[in-house]
């Protein structure tokens, strides 16, 4: 992956609209999400380190994780995913092993 290279994201109508309400967190984690959504299809399972490094790239070989990386604490960045939902921009499914153990989340992003 080169600097220059540029990336089409489709984002919906509904993100364009409320973009003005939403913080620089939020965006950026609405955009990686959009990015995976078009790599992984409607439903995916990602980690938070994936989300928040966002190397725009699932080659090992190629991994920039400070090319859009989500610089911020934990509880803004938390924030950002609570706002996108309640703005319904994307749907979290938090999963659980049977024992209660955490599973990576499975997202759709509208």
């Known amino acids: 992956m080169t600097d220059n ?9 509904q993100f364009l609209k409320h973009i003005n309400e939403l913080t ?6 609405y955009i990686s999400l959009a990015f995976m959504k078009q790599k992984r299809g409607q439903y995916f399972t990602a980690s938070h380190s994936e989300i928040s490094t966002n190397d725009f790239n699932d080659n090992d070989e190629s991994y920039y994780p400070e090319w859009f990386g989500i610089r911020t ?7 950002a995913f609570m706002q996108l939902e309640a703005l319904k921009l994307i749907k979290v499914y938090r999963r659980r092993t049977k024992n209660g153990g955490h599973l990576p989340n499975r997202y759709k992003v509208f």
């Open 73 to 79: 604490d934990s509880g803004q960045y938390y924030k």
């Open 24 to 29: 620089k967190a939020a965006i950026k984690v």
């Open 5 to 13: 290279e540029l990336y089409e994201v489709q984002v919906s109508k």
